[in-house]
């Protein structure tokens, strides 16, 4: 909870998009959601795995577009916007007992991601 509380305020400093706990909501400290412009993505993937930096993408691409959805579909919702979102989603390490120092490496990689797209 502590990395994850960390990320949203510190990587929300810098300027990315973190995922709030929902209202009424307990932290789970199982997943970070960073969201940025899609055309970024190969910027913010090339400065992550130059600081060594592992991340994760949790959500490919909408429900809509993966092989199981087929034919099971009613009815498909908000266009290209779901999409246009998960391409935009990258997920830093969180896990239990991050250290203060591991939490630092990966906002001052984060923080080298924004210079780079200034």
């Given at each position: 909870?502590?990395?994850?509380?960390?990320?949203?305020?510190?990587?929300?400093?810098?300027?990315?998009?973190?995922?709030?706990?929902?209202?009424?909501?307990r932290?789970?400290?199982?997943?970070?959601?960073?969201?940025?412009?899609?055309?970024?993505?190969p910027?913010?993937?090339?400065?992550?795995?130059e600081?060594?930096?592992?991340?994760?993408?949790?959500?490919?691409?909408?429900?809509?577009?993966?092989?199981?959805?087929?034919?099971?579909?009613?009815?498909?919702?908000?266009?290209?916007?779901?999409?246009?979102?998960?391409?935009?989603?990258?997920?830093?390490?969180?896990?239990?007992?991050?250290?203060?120092?591991?939490?630092?490496?990966?906002?001052?990689?984060?923080?080298?991601?924004?210079?780079?797209?200034?």
């Amino acid at each position: 909870r502590h990395a994850a509380t960390s990320y949203r305020e510190r990587l929300g400093a810098l300027g990315f998009t973190v995922a709030p706990v929902p209202e009424g909501w307990r932290e789970n400290g199982y997943l970070s959601v960073v969201l940025f412009d899609p055309a970024d993505r190969p910027t913010v993937e090339t400065v992550l795995k130059e600081h060594q930096i592992g991340f994760g993408r949790v959500y490919p691409g909408a429900m809509s577009k993966q092989p199981g959805a087929g034919d099971t579909l009613i009815d498909r919702l908000g266009g290209e916007h779901a999409d246009r979102l998960c391409q935009g989603v990258i997920n830093p390490p969180l896990f239990a007992h991050m250290t203060d120092d591991e939490i630092d490496r990966v906002v001052d990689a984060f923080a080298r991601v924004a210079e780079r797209l200034r």
